[in-house]
């Protein structure tokens, strides 16, 4: 598994992404288990309206998305749930040529980290890393593991927390030093 870690803000992930975009068009399908098969999917990051925007305090619980090439068709899974309905399930199981991206970002007074991984080693997926990586390294700070967008650094240095959980004491923050 690769995983490139960030922390960022709309604001600093948009232009990483639109680079991306620029190399290889994409398509960013909302992970999860739904209840439908009408499966929320964008072509643009600049289309998801909360891109930067936790939904959660924690990096685990917010939103995800399925990045692939919009060329390619999403694989649904589907699973009997409770009481024998239908679920559809996305995720990297039935589609090797992606990856993950979760945004997660800003966070009532913190920035919650986020990332971009793939369990896959196909030709694809590792042009996803690539080009991922490619973006953090021309737009990003290095601090630690992890990749600090321009906005959350500044943010950073005016006391905003940076944390993979704001639930979590503030003597397991981020540091940028």
């Known amino acids: ?30 992970t999860g288990n739904f209840e439908d098969d009408r499966i929320e999917a964008f072509t643009s990051s600049a289309q998801i309206a909360d891109i930067g925007t936790a939904s ?6 917010s939103a995800t998305y399925l990045i692939t090439p919009v060329s390619q068709v999403v694989n649904v899974r589907t699973i ?3 009481g024998g309905k239908t679920r559809y ?15 997660a970002g800003k966070w009532q007074e913190a920035i919650v980290a986020g990332y971009f991984s793939t369990v896959s080693d196909t030709e694809i997926s590792k042009q ?50």
Do not use: C
């Open 56 to 61: 959660s305090p924690r990096s685990a619980g």
């Open 89 to 103: 399930l996305v995720d990297q199981l039935t589609n090797a040529d992606s990856g993950i991206l979760a945004p």
């Open 128 to 177: 996803l890393m690539k080009l991922f990586r490619s973006g953090f390294r021309k737009h990003f700070k290095k601090a630690g593991e992890f990749w600090v967008g321009p906005e959350a650094y500044a943010a950073a240095e005016l006391g905003t927390r940076l944390t993979q959980s704001a639930d979590s004491p503030s003597k397991f923050d981020i540091s940028i030093q």
């Open 1 to 30: 598994m690769s995983q490139i870690n960030f922390l960022a803000t709309k604001e600093d992930l948009l232009p990483v992404l639109s680079l991306v975009e620029a190399a290889l068009p994409l398509r960013y399908t909302l």
């Open 80 to 82: 009997a749930g409770a």
